[in-house]
């Protein structure tokens, strides 16, 4: 009886055991999707060997660029995405890693900052001292919902305008699918897709920086 006992204990201490094990594995893999380790950051290409481009930027914020927002429905809810201020922290962050040096003003829109690139405008004289001066802009954000997933496509666009009148384009395509069980949410899932588009920023930036450093 004794023995019948013991192997009752036994049996029933193995499977709370195992009850537990399963549980600290689904919290720990709750934690590594959520925690910022994980999330995208820019290549450092210094870490390579390339050495930030020796050039001065000056990144201008237009309002409606900072003040940019998207609206996604998922599960009947429509969700509110202020992307703007997150493109213009996270620009400003991978500009700093690609360029020797870097500084950002806002400006009131988009048309002013044109404007203040000629120079008859009274404020050109400002800009002078930069190598290139850098305007954003978002050219497309969508989402998407199906039965089983959402996900985001973006489209960010950056205009170098150098001192001597000529230009440099680039663009960064970001997208991200998320399953609806992952363990993420559509705001993180804007955020992700924000940084993959410009990680690809840095990409088109670094095979052409050829281009900067003449």
């Excluded at 009947?76 to 400003?92: Q, V, W």
Aim: glycine share 6%.
């Amino acid at each position: 009886m004794n023995s019948i006992k013991t192997v009752i204990v036994l049996f029933l201490m193995f499977t709370l055991g195992c009850a537990a094990m399963n549980g600290s594995e689904e919290r720990t893999s709750r934690k590594r999707s959520d925690s910022p380790e994980n999330i995208l950051a820019p290549v450092d290409y210094s870490q390579f060997g390339r050495p930030p481009i020796p050039v001065k930027i000056l990144l201008l914020i237009p309002s409606e660029f900072e003040r940019y927002a998207h609206v996604s429905n998922y599960e009947g809810s429509r969700i509110h995405h202020s992307l703007g201020r997150d493109a213009e922290l996270e620009l400003r962050d991978a500009f700093g890693i690609e360029f020797s040096k870097v500084e950002s003003w806002p400006v009131r829109s988009e048309a002013r900052a044109v404007e203040m690139l000629s120079p008859k405008d009274p404020e050109n004289y400002q800009l002078r001292t930069y190598d290139y001066v850098a305007i954003p802009r978002f050219i497309r954000v969508d989402s998407l919902e199906s039965n089983e997933k959402y996900g985001f496509e973006i489209d960010l666009q950056v205009e170098f305008n150098a001192r001597n009148g000529s230009s440099i384009t680039i663009k960064g395509h970001g997208e991200c699918q998320i399953g609806k069980y992952a363990q993420s949410t559509p705001e993180k899932g804007a955020v992700l897709t924000l940084q993959y588009a410009i990680s690809a920023l840095l990409d088109g930036i670094e095979k052409r920086r050829n281009l900067f450093e003449r």
